[in-house]
T-cell receptor
Framework: GAGVSQSPSNKVTEKGKDVELRCDPISGHTALYWYRQRLGQGLEFLIYFQGNSAPDKSGLPSDRFSAERTGESVSTLTIQRTQQEDSAVYLC?????????????FGQGTRLTVV | AQSVTQLGSHVSVSEGALVLLRCNYSSSVPPYLFWYVQYPNQGLQLLLKYTTGATLVKGINGFEAEFKKSETSFHLTKPSAHMSDAAEYFCAVSDRDDKIIFGKGTRLHILP
């Protein structure tokens, strides 16, 4: 597609429920990132997929968080047993990683509110 | 592992004054460096990047940044601030083929 697409754009869930967030990267981009941005805060790295390499999960805050990516396409971020501190905007980005073309292109994010 | 430090979570400048947002990085290899901007209620967009070659990089909206290896810095500047520059600015670094790591951001306020 023309840009990184994330769905849903907004999600309100009850504490303790599981949620799935979806990211469609730019076609042909081999790298995909998930970041979390709490209100008024910076970007917190969560997970990084690059081609066929094992994902870098070093940023996942707890075992309630997991992410998958199918080939070089769609990725889903799953949060199990959501807590109020999970409320944030979850940003997905993709990049090419080819020569000097390594910048990340961001989606509009999914705003998650846990009530 | 690479890291980024942005000095000042909030910076205020008067309209027409020089904008200077500071960024220092650490990287084990020659880095790629980026500045992103996030306008209110919008997504992040690339402002400029340094990969190789000329150390002074020009970006959109009159911004530029200079890669100084000896100082491990990549400060962002604009000669004359405009009200529309009010936004959150993020510096980022990558070790070439590795993931991009972002700083905590600096919110720029423009005073009339």
């Amino acid at each position: 597609g023309a840009g990184v697409s994330q769905s849903p754009s907004n999600k309100v869930t009850e504490k303790g429920k599981d949620v799935e967030l979806r990211c469609d990267p730019i076609s042909g981009h081999t790298a995909l990132y998930w970041y979390r941005q709490r209100l008024g805060q910076g970007l917190e790295f969560l997970i990084y997929f690059q081609g066929n390499s094992a994902p870098d999960k070093s940023g996942l805050p707890s075992d309630r968080f997991s992410a998958e990516r199918t080939g070089e396409s769609v990725s889903t971020l799953t949060i199990q047993r959501t807590q109020q501190e999970d409320s944030a905007v979850y940003l997905c980005a993709s990049s090419l990683i080819e020569g000097t073309n390594t910048e990340a292109f961001f989606g509009q994010g999914t705003r998650l509110t846990v009530v | 592992a690479q890291s980024v430090t942005q000095l000042g979570s909030h910076v205020s400048v008067s309209e027409g004054a020089l904008v200077l947002l500071r960024c220092n990085y650490s990287s084990s290899v020659p880095p790629y460096l980026f500045w992103y901007v996030q306008y209110p209620n919008q997504g992040l967009q690339l402002l400029l990047k340094y990969t190789t070659g000329a150390t002074l990089v020009k970006g959109i909206n009159g911004f530029e940044a200079e890669f100084k290896k000896s100082e491990t810095s990549f400060h962002l500047t604009k000669p004359s601030a405009h009200m529309s520059d009010a936004a959150e600015y993020f510096c980022a670094v990558s070790d070439r083929d590795d993931k991009i790591i972002f700083g905590k951001g600096t919110r720029l306020h423009i005073l009339p």
